[in-house]
């Protein structure tokens, strides 16, 4: 009889959580972003002043899904998922100590 693997996941973070289906569409946007802006998958990180422009880009798309857009007209992708890049884009530059 062997004895059983051990692996120490104590204190990391539970990505097997994250809902899939939802983190596709995430990706599909960020595919069509590098698509239309730029390939190089850091160039939301050095677009001059980001803080401002992707909260201001936050908001339309959550105003668009708000007043019933399930589809962004642009991308053909749902509304919420470009709200999640957003959000992401904020989250990473705020963490990285830029535009504070």
């Known amino acids: ?30 595919g069509f972003g ?18 401002d422009k992707y909260t201001s880009a936050l908001l339309r798309h959550v105003v668009a899904w708000r007043i019933g857009e399930r589809v962004d007209p642009e991308s053909g992708r749902h509304p919420l998922a470009h709200v999640v890049c957003c959000a992401l884009f904020l989250l990473a530059r705020e963490l990285r100590g830029v535009d504070v």
């Open 34 to 51: 590098a698509a239309k802006y730029d390939d190089r998958s850091d160039n939301w990180a050095r677009v001059e002043g980001g803080r």
């Open 1 to 30: 009889m062997t004895t059983p693997g051990r692996k120490y996941d104590g204190g990391k973070s539970d990505l097997a959580l994250l809902p899939f289906d939802a983190l596709l569409e995430v990706g599909h946007v960020l």
